[in-house]
């Protein structure tokens, strides 16, 4: 959205293509560190930014995922999943990441069902009921830490020791409904209808063991939406696009911001930064195309 | 035919809200449950709706889980 005011501000002709406005921060129920909002809940900051991107003319078309980028002659031409085609001189990527899955059975057709990844909305369905937390870093240990405080029993599955902050840690093992299993894998996701158990097992000892759970919160971390430009551009190891300090690939006119992005830091506020760059970056590249 | 449109959330579920706000913008008048305060509406989400998840919105057979867009779209004729 950054990327969208500062192109229009350049008089662009700015697109703004999205599955949806504002991403990994709707997730988010506090944000304390986005300068100007000593507090502010993710999405009215996603509905303030939405706000602003209106006051210009940019068009937004949402809904749409872009399944598809490839370089012609003029430009690029993006493909959406539902059809759509869309020219452009220059391109900013600024997909960011969505929720890894465990790819377990069960997991898929259990989702809504008992599987879910966003504690935040479906925790309270699950009052009064068994649930396994799935991952053991600080977002693993958030929704342990609210789903102690209504569930029934809550157990927390790691493939590792807790990666979280220890602040967090100490925190939810004082619960006396937690029983945490780190180091142990899930198997599989059981269930009819619903979610009714899972199948987890000791990395060491290799015992399986079955939970009796009603829910299953999936916390293990985020992969990046780039798997549309795999092949126009350059990815890393973790699948991120490679950019340099001016939000450049390696393709000209194609640019990347944000947490989809080789950027170290993944937060708001640089998010945000690396789109405004990105569009004057696009904008300074533009400029010398017409010269 | 008139039918009832039926929207399940909970009050921190951010995807509520945009699947409310989506309505909202194409005029399209339904009903809100909300399933933390009220328990029938939990257990009606539960059983008729078949739904652990929210946003869960129910019209006539149709069930939509999570706020999709381009389902809400198709099924809604918009």
Same mark, same amino acid.
């Given at each position: 959205?950054?990327?969208?005011?500062?192109?229009?501000?350049?008089?662009?002709?700015?697109?703004? @293509? $999205?599955?949806?406005?504002? =991403?990994?921060? *709707?997730? !988010?129920? +506090?944000?304390?560190? /986005?300068?100007?909002?000593?507090? %502010?809940?993710?999405?009215?900051?996603?509905?303030?930014?939405?706000?602003?991107?209106?006051?210009?003319?940019?068009?937004?078309?949402?809904?749409?995922?872009?399944?598809? @980028? $490839?370089?012609?002659?003029? =430009?690029?031409? *993006?493909? !959406?999943? +539902?059809?759509?085609? /869309?020219?452009?001189?220059?391109? %900013?990527?600024?997909?960011?990441?969505?929720?890894?899955?465990?790819?377990?059975?069960?997991?898929?057709?259990?989702?809504?069902?008992g599987?879910?990844?966003?504690a935040?909305?479906?925790g309270?369905?699950f009052?009064?009921e068994n649930v396994a937390v799935?991952?053991?870093?600080?977002?693993?240990?958030?929704a342990v830490?609210?789903m102690t405080?209504i569930a029934e029993q809550v157990y927390?599955?790691?493939?590792?020791?807790?990666?979280?902050?220890?602040?967090?840690?100490?925190?939810?093992?004082?619960?006396?409904?937690?029983?945490?299993?780190?180091?142990?894998?899930?198997?599989?996701?059981?269930?009819?209808?619903?979610v009714?158990?899972?199948?987890?097992?000791?990395?060491?000892?290799?015992?399986?063991?079955?939970?009796?759970v009603g829910g299953v919160f999936?916390?293990?971390?985020?992969?990046?939406?780039?798997?549309?430009?795999?092949?126009?551009?350059?990815?890393?190891?973790?699948?991120?696009?490679?950019?340099?300090?001016?939000?450049?690939?390696?393709?000209?006119?194609?640019?990347?911001?944000?947490?989809?992005?080789?950027?170290?830091?993944?937060?708001?506020?640089?998010?945000?930064?690396?789109?405004?760059?990105?569009?004057?970056?696009?904008?300074?590249?533009?400029?010398?195309?017409?010269? | 035919?008139?039918?009832?449109?039926?929207?399940?959330?909970?009050?921190?579920?951010?995807?509520?809200?945009?699947?409310?706000?989506?309505?909202?913008?194409?005029?399209?008048?339904?009903?809100?449950?909300?399933?933390?305060?009220?328990?029938?509406?939990?257990?009606?989400?539960?059983?008729?709706?078949?739904?652990?998840?929210?946003?869960?919105?129910?019209?006539?057979?149709?069930?939509?889980?999570?706020?999709?867009?381009?389902?809400?779209?198709?099924?809604?004729?918009?």
């Open positions: 959205m950054t990327a969208a005011v500062y192109a229009a501000r350049k008089k662009l002709n700015a697109l703004l @293509l $999205s599955h949806n406005i504002g =991403g990994q921060v *709707l997730w !988010t129920s +506090g944000v304390e560190n /986005y300068m100007g909002y000593q507090f %502010i809940e993710g999405p009215e900051l996603m509905e303030r930014f939405r706000e602003q991107v209106q006051q210009f003319p940019i068009d937004i078309r949402t809904g749409e995922k872009v399944s598809s @980028l $490839s370089r012609t002659n003029d =430009g690029f031409e *993006l493909t !959406t999943d +539902g059809g759509a085609r /869309y020219q452009a001189k220059a391109v %900013i990527i600024a997909t960011g990441k969505r929720p890894r899955q465990l790819n377990v059975p069960g997991e898929e057709r259990l989702r809504g069902r599987v879910t990844y966003c935040t909305c479906d309270p369905l009052a009064g799935i991952g053991g870093g600080n977002s693993a240990l958030e830490d609210d405080k927390l599955v790691s493939l590792t020791p807790l990666t979280g902050d220890q602040i967090l840690i100490d925190r939810v093992k004082a619960a006396s409904n937690l029983t945490m299993y780190l180091e142990h894998e899930v198997l599989e996701i059981q269930g009819e209808a619903r009714e158990a899972i199948r987890i097992r000791d990395l060491k000892s290799k015992q399986e063991r079955k939970l009796l999936i916390e293990i971390g985020l992969i990046p939406n780039s798997e549309a430009f795999r092949r126009t551009v350059r990815l890393n190891s973790l699948g991120e696009i490679e950019v340099n300090c001016s939000n450049e690939t390696a393709v000209p006119g194609l640019f990347a911001a944000g947490d989809v992005t080789n950027v170290p830091e993944k937060q708001i506020v640089v998010a945000a930064g690396e789109g405004a760059k990105a569009a004057l970056q696009a904008h300074r590249y533009l400029q010398r195309l017409t010269r | 035919m008139e039918r009832e449109i039926r929207i399940y959330t909970t009050p921190t579920c951010p995807y509520c809200k945009m699947a409310k706000n989506f309505l909202d913008e194409h005029g399209i008048k339904y009903r809100e449950f909300n399933i933390v305060e009220d328990k029938a509406a939990r257990e009606e989400m539960k059983s008729k709706c078949k739904s652990l998840a929210v946003p869960t919105i129910c019209f006539g057979s149709e069930v939509i889980i999570g706020f999709n867009e381009a389902e809400l779209r198709q099924k809604l004729g918009l």
